[in-house]
Structures are given as C-alpha cells and as structure tokens.
Nanobody
Framework: QVQLVESGGGLVQAGGSLRLSCAASGSIFSFNGMAWYRQAPGKQRELVAF???????NYADSVKGRFTISRDNAKNTVYLQMNSLKPEDTAVYYC???????????WGQGTQVTVSS
C-alpha cells in the first residue's frame, strides 16, 4: 500500500503562510483523490481540501480563498498552501489518499500547525 508522509508544519504568526507537503511512496494516481484533513484539540477531524484524480478541487468554507491544494505528479507529492492563517487554523493536519473503497485508504501521521496571535 502507498505510504504518505507529511511535512512543513510549524509555528507561524497570524496572517502568515505555511506550505504543507505530503510525499507518497508510490503513484498518487493509485488513489481516486487526495485530501487534507485537520483536527484541533477537542474537535472532530474535518475535511479541509480535496483534489480528484482529474485535478478538480474543493474546500471547506472556512478555508476557501486562503488555502490551495495542488500536486506535483512527477514527485508524487500533494501540497497545501495556507495563506492568511488564523489562530482558528491551529490543528494537526493529515494527508489522506482516498481509495476506491475505504479498505484502500491511506493516512499520513500528521503534522502540527500552530498559529499564534
């Protein structure tokens, strides 16, 4: 199964930017799509952004216009560019490969993003 590893998290001031990376051990096209989720303390994990195999994207309303999901097919890497960050964006961010069925889903181990005031 394709393994996913996130990187790029850290501490940033409100209004700043971070770029998260999700590197896959195999082709990202083994999945139907790729997604970024996040989970803040005491809250449920939520979908942040999604990109289909064909390149279509969608976003949670809370991040629309600020975050951008993209990919580098040659590098088998998916990115989440996060601009105009807010303290409410503080969470552990997870990369997910969405399989044809949930049996073939793959999750990264997460990367911490902390946005300070």
């Amino acid at each position: 199964q394709v393994q996913l590893v996130e990187s790029g998290g850290g501490l940033v001031q409100a209004g700043g930017s971070l770029r998260l990376s999700c590197a896959a051990s195999g082709s990202i096209f083994s999945f139907n799509g790729m997604a970024w989720y996040r989970q803040a303390p005491g809250k449920q994990r939520e979908l942040v952004a999604f990109i289909t195999r064909g390149g279509s994207t969608n976003y949670a309303d809370s991040v629309k216009g600020r975050f951008t999901i993209s990919r580098d097919n040659a590098k088998n890497t998916v990115y989440l560019q996060m601009n105009s960050l807010k303290p409410e964006d503080t969470a552990v961010y997870y990369c997910k490969g969405v399989g044809i069925t949930t049996r073939w889903d793959s999750w990264g181990q997460g990367t911490q993003v902390t946005v300070s005031s």
